[in-house]
C-alpha cells in the first residue's frame, strides 16, 4: 500500500474493496493505528503520506515508521543482529501486553516489517519468526458464483423411473440396498403386476395412489 494514495481507511474501504475479509477488519485497523498510519477515525496521517513516496526516501522513512511503532522492543532488545527469537516474543509478551498466543505472531509481523525496512536481524530470529510476504498479506474477500444444480427428481416417480429403463423392459422390480431387475416378458410383467397389487393392498395404498404410480 505504500505508493497508493489513501485518504481513509475504514471498514467501508476494507470491505467494499475487498481488501480483507470482515473478519479480519479489526486486525489491519488496529495495525495501522499502531503503525500510526491512520488516526481513530481512519484518516490517513502524515506517516502514511510519507511512505507514499519513492526510492531511497521511501526506504528511510518506512525504517523510521518501524523504529517508531516499536521503540520499547528497541530499547529492550538492545541487539537484534544477535538476539534470540525467543527475546523477541518475550519482549512483546511483557512489554507490549500481548497473550502467549499471540505473541508469536506479534513477532513475526515485527521481523516482517523490519525485513521491508532493511533493519539487521539475527539468523535465530530469521530462521525462527521470519515469514513470506504472500502469508502476511491480510486474507481477502471473494466471492464465488453459486454453482448451478439440477434438482434431483424424486426416487421412485415414473418419470425417473422411465428414464432408466430400457426400451424393451416393461417395467422395473427394485430392492433398496438389493438392487432392481427389469422385466421384459409380458408373463413376468403380469405376475409382477399382481405381486404389486397384493403389496399394495398390505401397505394401504389406494387406487387413487396406485394409478400415480
Not at 474501504?13 to 488516526?39: E, P
Amino acid at each position: 500500500m505504500g505508493r497508493i494514495k489513501i485518504e481513509k481507511v475504514d471498514n467501508t474501504f476494507l470491505t467494499t474493496n475487498g481488501i480483507v475479509s470482515s473478519g479480519n477488519v479489526y486486525k489491519v485497523i488496529n495495525g495501522l493505528r499502531f503503525l500510526d498510519l491512520i488516526n481513530e477515525d481512519g484518516s490517513a496521517t502524515e506517516r502514511m503520506k510519507s511512505i507514499s513516496v519513492v526510492g531511497v526516501d521511501y526506504q528511510k522513512n518506512f525504517e523510521k515508521m518501524v523504529r517508531d511503532a516499536y521503540t520499547i522492543l528497541f530499547d529492550k532488545v538492545k541487539n537484534l543482529e544477535k538476539a534470540l527469537a525467543e527475546d523477541v516474543i518475550n519482549c512483546l509478551r511483557v512489554n507490549y501486553a500481548m497473550a502467549p498466543s499471540t505473541a508469536k505472531q506479534g513477532a513475526q509481523i515485527f521481523v516482517f516489517l523490519a525485513q521491508k525496512a532493511g533493519i539487521s536481524l539475527s539468523e535465530s530470529i530469521v530462521k525462527g519468526l521470519a515469514v513470506s510476504e504472500e502469508r502476511m498479506k491480510p486474507a481477502r474477500v471473494t466471492t464465488r458464483k453459486p454453482r448451478k444444480t439440477e434438482k434431483a427428481k424424486p426416487e421412485g416417480t415414473e418419470e425417473s423411473i422411465q428414464e432408466r429403463l430400457p426400451e424393451e423392459a416393461l417395467g422395473r422390480f427394485t430392492l433398496k440396498g438389493v438392487g432392481y431387475v427389469d422385466i421384459k416378458d409380458e408373463d413376468t410383467f403380469g405376475i409382477a403386476k399382481a405381486y404389486f397389487k397384493v403389496l399394495a393392498k398390505k401397505l394401504g395404498i389406494t387406487e387413487e395412489e396406485e394409478s400415480r404410480n
